[in-house]
């Protein structure tokens, strides 16, 4: 791999994992035009997807800090008695809000893993995933009239946003706009719609990194990659700092479809080359 892929791929995962136009979609279609072979980029992606968890921590970082610190209170409430006092106090509630969010995703993702893995190589199965995602950014836009925060959010409103993130892993679907479009039309606040996707992507790219990091890995990485690699998750950091700067603004100022606009073009643009060209 060269360095020139390396920061093409990594400004793919890290503004794509972000913004709502699917960086499992770009990637594939990247891998494919650059005839990089799957056992190459695979342990690539792995670290690409740790260079986005990067900069989500350093975006939301206080909710992070705010979290973990919640988290031992809730474990020294169950120790000494007092039970797990989920609306102790709305940072609390996030996190069990998070957690439920987070079953249906690991659900699907084990449930599916090889089925989702075998369309990654179909340019139809891409396309069709990035016409979807166009369609749910649209009726996400028109339906964004809720006013919920996490106080007035409930479990089934998570549960549905889990299940919205779990069906991203379909390539061309994109886990950012598929989770804002659960927390919108299950009323969410628009701000708070955005930074819960960001917060339960934390555990979602966690766990693909460990489910798909030993056979990433089994086979090992040519010192000749390491440069590339690094040079590629530094970029996939940089880029995805600024893709959720980005995003705040745009889902705040009610603009989204301009990414249906973008989403909707490539998918039929990748489906007319698979049916004609391919």
Same mark, same amino acid.
């Given at each position: 791999?060269?360095?020139?892929?390396?920061?093409?791929?990594?400004?793919?995962?890290? /503004?794509?994992?972000?913004?709502?136009?699917?960086?499992?979609?770009?990637?594939?279609?990247?891998?494919?035009?650059?005839?990089?072979? *799957?056992? #190459?980029?695979? !342990?690539?992606?792995?670290?690409?997807? /740790?260079?986005? /968890?990067?900069?989500?921590?350093?975006?939301?970082?206080?909710? %992070?800090?705010?979290?973990?610190?919640?988290?031992? *209170?809730?474990?020294?409430? =169950?120790?000494?008695?007092?039970? =797990?006092?989920? #609306?102790? #106090? !709305?940072? &609390?509630?996030?996190?069990?809000? $998070?957690?439920?969010?987070? $079953?249906?995703?690991?659900?699907?993702?084990?449930?599916? @893993?090889?089925?989702?893995?075998?369309?990654? =190589?179909?340019?139809?199965?891409?396309?069709?995933?990035?016409?979807?995602?166009?369609?749910? /950014?649209? $009726?996400?836009?028109?339906?964004?009239?809720?006013?919920? &925060?996490?106080?007035?959010?409930?479990?089934? #409103?998570?549960?549905?946003?889990?299940?919205?993130?779990?069906?991203?892993?379909? !390539?061309? %679907?994109? &886990?950012?706009?598929?989770? +804002?479009?659960?927390? +919108?039309?299950?009323?969410? @606040?628009?701000?708070?719609?955005?930074?819960?996707?960001?917060?339960?992507? %934390?555990?979602?790219?966690?766990?693909?990194?460990?489910?798909?990091?030993?056979? *990433?890995?089994?086979?090992?990485?040519?010192?000749?990659?390491?440069?590339?690699? %690094?040079?590629?998750?530094?970029?996939?950091?940089?880029?995805?700092?600024?893709?959720?700067?980005?995003?705040?603004?745009?889902?705040? @100022?009610?603009?989204?479809?301009?990414?249906?606009?973008?989403?909707?073009?490539?998918?039929?643009?990748?489906?007319?080359?698979?049916?004609?060209?391919?």
């Amino acid at each position: 791999m060269t360095f020139i892929q390396a920061i093409i791929l990594g400004l793919a995962q890290g /503004l794509a994992e972000f913004l709502p136009i699917s960086s499992s979609g770009h990637l594939a279609l990247l891998q494919y035009f650059f005839d990089i072979s *799957a056992e #190459n980029v695979l !342990p690539f992606a792995v670290l690409l997807h /740790l260079g986005t /968890l990067i900069s989500v921590f350093v975006v939301y970082w206080k909710d %992070i800090v705010d979290l973990i610190c919640e988290l031992c *209170a809730c474990i020294k409430d =169950l120790c000494t008695g007092k039970g =797990l006092r989920i #609306n102790a #106090n !709305p940072t &609390r509630r996030l996190g069990f809000m $998070i957690i439920v969010a987070t $079953i249906p995703t690991a659900i699907i993702g084990l449930a599916f @893993n090889d089925l989702f893995a075998g369309l990654y =190589l179909s340019l139809y199965a891409i396309g069709f995933g990035l016409l979807i995602t166009g369609t749910i /950014l649209v $009726i996400a836009e028109k339906m964004a009239k809720g006013k919920k &925060r996490v106080e007035q959010m409930k479990f089934r #409103n998570a549960v549905l946003v889990g299940l919205m993130q779990g069906i991203a892993i379909w !390539p061309g %679907i994109s &886990r950012s706009g598929s989770t +804002l479009f659960g927390g +919108l039309i299950s009323g969410l @606040n628009r701000e708070f719609a955005v930074k819960f996707a960001f917060l339960i992507s %934390i555990p979602s790219i966690l766990g693909s990194v460990i489910v798909e990091a030993p056979d *990433a890995f089994s086979a090992g990485m040519s010192m000749g990659d390491l440069g590339p690699v %690094i040079v590629g998750v530094i970029v996939s950091a940089i880029s995805g700092f600024f893709a959720i700067k980005t995003m705040i603004r745009v889902v705040s @100022n009610k603009k989204l479809t301009g990414f249906s606009i973008y989403t909707w073009a490539l998918g039929a643009l990748v489906l007319l080359y698979a049916f004609f060209l391919a």
